[in-house]
């Protein structure tokens, strides 16, 4: 069973602790609710701070964050030492992206979302505030809309951003629009393509369609890119590792590789 934002939580939860349900797969805020409302968190939901995976057991609800172990294994190949990571959204995703590349060792690891749009809203934004405690930079969205910025700091705010992916050996993009969008095109200027590492691993969560605007940029620079359909697709085997306990092969998992490259 597949939960959204609009749906009660509470409820479902309630059904997973008298096993009228065995698993609960969840998007959206409520991610960020379920660790308060479960019985033990798993170590990828601790690590997080969301769940998006909720199974019950003759010992309680668990809750899991299969995105945050997707993340881990799809960033992986990265090489060290592991620098500077950049995230754009603030959703559970994020949390996830950020979770992970700290596990991973990045050192520094900036973050922003289209929200963010003065010093005042990003000091008061209540997600800014978690992913600080998970050890990212909330920094301002650098391209706004509508007014510009009135004083010297927030201009310099808003170039952080673009600064830090400039030097970024990760970049990560998980607003979930759709791929032909103009959201996606808005999110594909939020680089500065032309100044990127030329080592750069590009990740996009968007899926479904043509490929996004954000990873054809990621391409014409000549950059690693990880697609949305591939991050789904691990999301999935981790999601059925963690329900069976049995964890897919080595051969399984270049199978599977192969086929996504074709």
Known sequence: LSLHDALPISKLVRSLRRGKLGMVSLSGAV???APRMVDELGPSARHSDHANMLMGTPSGVFGHDTTYEAFLEVLDTVPAPRSTAVVVGAGAPAFAAVAACRQLGFQFIGITSRSWLSTEVLHDSPAAARLRTLGALPTLWPSPTGSSPTTRFSQEMRLQFLE??????????????????KDARLLSRVVSWSQTRSDATVCDLVYGGPPSPFLVEAHRHGLTGIGGVEMLTTRGLKMVETWTGLRRSEEHTSELQSRQSI
């Open 31 to 33: 991610c960020g609710e």
């Open 164 to 181: 830090l992916a400039a030097s970024a050996q990760v970049i990560i993009q998980t607003v979930p629009v759709a791929p032909s969008s």
